[in-house]
């Protein structure tokens, strides 16, 4: 099981840490990937970092604002800056039942129950 906290509102230009939180498996069994899914939008990728923890790949709108780390292996953080309107979503966190990475919703196999994040411009 996957379990996100960490979201919230915040204006546009703060930030927001997201957490995702296994029970279970740990981390360094499987990759891990964010994705978000706004009102009326179908859900799409975010970022994803490996099981080994050594690559991540983000979608490039939030490249350079959006941080994945693993500080445990069974916790995963989104670090999220300079937060724009468009990030608005409801973002949840997934495990792939193999090391490398996705980029598709159907390539991951756990899924968290998501975290509101509402920027305000």
């Known amino acids: 099981q996957l379990a996100e906290s960490g979201g919230g509102s915040v204006q546009a230009g703060d930030s927001l840490s997201l957490s995702c939180r296994a029970s279970g498996r740990t981390f360094s069994t499987f990759a891990t990937g964010w994705f978000r899914q706004a009102p009326g939008k179908e859900r799409e990728f975010v970022a994803a970092?490996?099981?080994?923890?050594?690559?991540t790949y983000y979608r490039p709108s939030v490249k350079g604002r959006f941080s994945l780390t693993r500080d445990s292996a069974k916790t995963v953080y989104l670090q999220m800056n300079n937060l724009k309107p468009e990030d608005t979503a409801r973002y949840y966190c997934?495990?792939?039942?193999?090391?490398?990475?996705?980029?598709?919703?159907?390539?991951?196999?756990?899924w968290g129950q998501g975290t509101q994040v509402t920027v305000s411009s």
């Open positions: 970092i490996s099981g080994a923890g050594g690559s």
């Open positions: 997934a495990g792939k039942l193999c090391r490398d990475y996705g980029l598709t919703t159907d390539q991951y196999d756990y």
